[in-house]
């Protein structure tokens, strides 16, 4: 009874809240951590966490409280113990957005989104001599993201996000050939940033 209580009153804000654009493209930077088994064992010492971008963050609403999002992210994580070499994680996900106001100027944007595209790659010195940059890495997962958005008129706003990303590789590409991967290679990375956008 709670939690349909909570639905009930999270809908009711929506559709009293007001939303003056329509869509929104931005970008964004923050911090990322990165987990799993991926992040645990990677080439033994395992990932720290790095600096995450988001390449392209859209938003399209139907309706003052209700949309869609679809996203363009990475995060770069360097190898623990290896001053030259670093993993960068990067996904494409979609999914509905809800939109609860929060003040005149600040809404609450809920975002879970399907990843549908995960992929992996090793950059650096070590990586290229030991011909680990020919490889990538592909799975999916799944998006929980929040934004707190700053100015709701057309023009330029900004906002504060907080996004989970937690999936697993499950392919290999080298050589133009892909290959099954079973061993456990999770990926889970909390990313905390910035993000400016245009509001249409």
């Not at 929104?24 to 987990?35: D, N, W």
């Not at 949309?67 to 995060?75: D, F, R």
């Not at 190898?79 to 809800?98: F, N, R, T, Y």
């Not at 399907?114 to 020919?134: K, N, Q």
């Amino acid at each position: 009874k709670k939690l349909f209580t909570i639905i009930l009153l999270v809908l009711a804000i929506s559709f009293s809240y007001s939303q003056e654009s329509k869509a929104y493209l931005g970008v964004g930077v923050g911090y990322a951590t990165a987990g799993g088994d991926v992040a645990d064992t990677a080439f033994g010492t395992g990932l720290e966490s790095g600096i995450s971008l988001n390449f392209v963050n859209f938003g399209y609403r139907f309706s003052k409280g209700f949309g869609i999002t679809a996203n363009l992210s990475s995060s770069g994580h360097p190898i623990k113990e290896d001053d030259d070499d670093a993993v960068g994680v990067g996904s494409i996900s979609a999914g509905p957005m809800i939109s609860v106001g929060i003040s005149d100027k600040i809404s609450w944007d809920f975002k879970p989104q399907y990843a549908f595209r995960m992929t992996g790659v090793v950059r650096g010195e070590g990586a290229s001599l030991l011909g680990f940059d020919e490889l990538t890495w592909h799975g999916n997962g799944f998006v929980i993201g929040n934004s707190i958005v700053m100015s709701q008129g057309k023009g330029f706003g900004w906002s504060i996000d907080i996004d989970y990303l937690s999936g697993k590789f499950t392919e290999m590409e080298a050589d133009g050939e892909t290959y099954d991967v079973e061993d456990d290679n999770s990926f889970s990375s909390l990313k905390i940033g910035v993000g400016v956008r245009y509001n249409f």
